[in-house]
T-cell receptor
Framework: SQQGEEDPQALSIQEGENATMNCSYK?????LQWYRQNSGRGLVHLIL?????REKHSGRLRVTLDTSKKSSSLLITASRAADTASYFC??????????FGTGTSLTVIP | SQTIHQWPATLVQPVGSPLSLECTVE??????LYWYRQAAGRGLQLLFY??????ISSEVPQNLSASRPQDRQFILSSKKLLLSDSGFYLC???????????FGPGTRLLVL
């Protein structure tokens, strides 16, 4: 399977702390994307990092990509209760096919 | 701005009944369209994608089919539902290949 895997499966932190989640994948990619899903809802696109990029920032989000290790990390700084959600990485392999990981469930405790 | 619609939000169907889920996109032309299924507590599985009218690519053999009769309409169908078809079905669109995807609110299907 080309599906990625997120680690950890679940993460619980206090409000204000940083949250880091990791994604590993198996094949060469065009880009890697991170999404957030609130319970029972559709996914929301957070950030896209291309295969020739190593780091990208968007607000409180920082994404890194290491293509040699086939891994990515998502850092959420100064977490808020509203950040509580599941986070998924998705790899773009062919330009039209996206493979999602199993997700990290993040709980931010107020 | 672009909007994606999915309906119905929830559906309970008996085993063996047909299925039709519809997805429409507003505010864009020639989008790439996708159908995913998400089992409870799991990641998303890509079922079908389409880069144009009448062009459907299937990811996995299954009891489902997809059609794209119009540029911004994507339909997921089944002639006879199985218990294993239960899940959360998500439609998504992308403005171009290698771009971000934008998801609809999803349809929760329960087959009994």
């Amino acid at each position: 399977s080309q599906q990625g895997e997120e680690d950890p499966q679940a993460l619980s932190i206090q409000e204000g702390e940083n949250a880091t989640m990791n994604c590993s994948y198996k094949t060469s990619i065009n880009n890697l994307q991170w999404y957030r899903q609130n319970s029972g809802r559709g996914l929301v696109h957070l950030i896209l990092i291309r295969s020739n990029e190593r780091e990208k920032h968007s607000g409180r989000l920082r994404v890194t990509l290491d293509t040699s290790k086939k891994s990515s990390s998502l850092l959420i700084t100064a977490s808020r209760a509203a950040d509580t959600a599941s986070y998924f990485c998705a790899t773009d392999v062919t330009g039209n096919q996206f493979y999602f990981g199993t997700g990290t469930s993040l709980t931010v405790i107020p | 701005s672009q909007t994606i619609h999915q309906w119905p939000a929830t559906l309970v169907q008996p085993v063996g009944s047909p299925l039709s889920l519809e997805c429409t996109v507003e505010g864009t032309s020639n989008p790439n369209l996708y159908w995913y299924r998400q089992a409870a507590g799991r990641g998303l599985q890509l079922l079908f994608y389409s880069v144009g009218i009448g062009q459907i690519s299937s990811e996995v053999p299954q009891n489902l089919s997809a059609s794209r009769p119009q540029d911004r309409q994507f339909i997921l169908s089944s002639k006879k539902l199985l218990l294993s078809d239960s899940g959360f079905y998500l439609c998504a669109w992308s403005p171009l290949s290698r771009g971000a995807q934008y998801f609809g609110p999803g349809t929760r299907l329960l087959v009994l």
